[in-house]
T-cell receptor
């Protein structure tokens, strides 16, 4: 079946611009996560959505980062006023509500010049 | 807070030989442990997990992992390595917060299998 999809696969932007990254989870998965993979920090949790509940934003590194999930499905991660240190691979994962395994998308590689 | 250590940045093994990728963890409560593999320019692929039960867990592509509670370890193993196993491997432990269940990852170990 279809896995987690993310778009775009690559994004190059200039410092100070805003970017939006999209995640389409596996159909029926109620839990959705964003992680960031960077050379300096490894893989780190950013934000968690469960159904229609308020998201857990405890991993967001600054208030320039925000995310939303519409209709309990598609999620968008927005980074405002991008900085060079935001350059990383942003990974989305989804999980069925009753299970432990998270399934990851291919990621969006962000480069801030 | 929970943590995962992967002490080897890289493991080199000859094709056909057994391989081990090491992982130790620290978490309060019962550990929920995972292994993922990442191929170049790809996302993470789930290999296996330990939740409860047998200490030897079998997963995808012939991989298995042994949970050792006393040593707080969860080493990944395979009896006979293939060149195609060359990739980046991540060990992870689940957040003890049963609501969020986010994963904390190790730094990754690059496995290089030589023909």
């Amino acid at each position: 079946g279809a896995g987690v999809s993310q778009s775009p696969s690559n994004k190059v932007t200039e410092k100070g611009k805003d970017v939006e990254l999209r995640c389409d989870p596996i159909s029926g998965h109620t839990a959705l996560y964003w992680y960031r993979q960077s050379l300096g920090q490894g893989l780190e949790f950013l934000i968690y959505f469960q159904g229609n509940s308020a998201p857990d934003k405890s991993g967001l590194p600054s208030d320039r980062f925000s995310a939303e999930r519409t209709g309990g499905s598609v999620s968008t991660l927005t980074i405002q006023r991008t900085q060079q240190e935001d350059s990383a691979v942003y990974l989305c994962a989804s999980r069925p509500g009753s299970e432990e395994t998270q399934y990851f998308g291919p990621g969006t590689r962000l480069l801030v010049l | 807070a929970q943590s995962v250590a992967q002490p080897e940045d890289q493991v080199n093994v000859a094709e056909g030989n057994p391989l081990t990728v090491k992982c130790t963890y620290s978490v309060s409560g019962n550990p929920y442990l995972f292994w993922y593999v990442q191929y170049p320019n790809r996302g993470l692929q789930f290999l296996l997990k330990y939740i409860t039960g047998d200490n030897l867990v079998k997963g995808s592509y012939g991989f298995e992992a042994e949970f050792n509670k006393s040593q707080t370890s969860f080493h990944l193993k395979k009896p006979s390595a293939l060149v195609s196993d060359s990739a980046l491997y991540f060990c992870a432990v689940r957040d003890p917060d049963t609501g969020r269940r986010a994963l904390t990852f190790g730094s990754g170990t690059r496995l290089q299998v030589q023909p």
